[in-house]
């Protein structure tokens, strides 16, 4: 699957299309300073009221902040409520 992927993401990057038209690549929406989404995710990884931890296909996304809680949790979604100061990006990260 990585490979073809890989493949996936180069034909969409040449056609000019949207990152999330690509089947499995996750999505991360940030509402405000009080809530995160990420769709398709592999779940979470560390969970604390001042930063949770959540793998990515690519890596791994952590939320900081202060009264951080799991809103929703489903195969497919993970809504993050609290008040959020950082999101970061960390690729490669525990694969």
């Known amino acids: 699957m990585h ?3 890989g ?3 180069k034909l969409a990057l040449a056609a000019d299309l949207p990152g999330e038209s690509l ?3 996750s999505l991360v929406e ?3 300073d009080r809530r995160v989404l990420i769709e398709n995710h592999c779940g979470v990884t560390k969970y604390s ?3 949770i931890c959540v793998k990515v296909r690519y890596g791994q996304i952590e939320i900081s902040g202060c009264g951080l809680r799991l809103m929703k949790m489903t195969k497919q979604q993970i809504i993050v409520c609290g008040r959020i100061d ?7 990260v525990g694969k």
């Open 86 to 92: 950082a999101v970061a990006l960390f690729r490669g």
């Open 30 to 32: 940030i509402l405000g």
């Open 23 to 25: 089947p499995g690549q």
């Open 3 to 5: 490979k073809n992927a």
């Open 49 to 51: 009221e001042t930063s």
């Open 7 to 9: 493949i996936l993401d």
